[in-house]
């Protein structure tokens, strides 16, 4: 994933810019969605189901890119963009299950999901309000997504070991 150059504008412009960009993506995506337009299937990776994943991890890279302080100046409306951006990828991992593809190693959708999480939580002084909606989400689409496989609880008939 590559962003646009914005090298010509400073700090704080550059935060702007590349934040709304992404926010400007998952407005037309959702706007899509309402009108039934995305597919499971697209290649295109603007009609696809699965594009705030790609909007989410511009987001990220961004947030990496540009000093806190940039982020910062640009006030609650940066915060209110990068939430919703989060928020729509959670929305999709609660509705649509992650799949296995990849090696264990790759960066997937929970982990963007996650670091998104602590993007609204440490980059604006961790507002609350905005932080404890998204933390809740993301906790949903972590237990959805579980791998079922594993064992969530001890068998009653073995012994626990228990640790003195």
Known sequence: YTLPNVSNYSQVQQADLLVSRQWLKIIVWKLCASKTLLSSA?????????YPVTIARGIVLASQLVSTQAFEANGIGILEKVFEVA??????????PVGSQGSAMDVGPVDTLMEMVRIVGSRFGGS???LNILADKANRCLLMNIDRSLPLSVDDDEPVDSVN
Do not use: F, G
Not at 43 to 50: F, G, K, Q, Y
Not at 88 to 93: C, E, F, I, P, V
């Open 128 to 130: 609350y309000r905005h």
């Open 87 to 96: 928020c729509s990828l959670a929305d999709l991992l609660s509705l649509v």
């Open 42 to 50: 697209c290649s295109e990776d603007a009609m696809s189901l699965h």
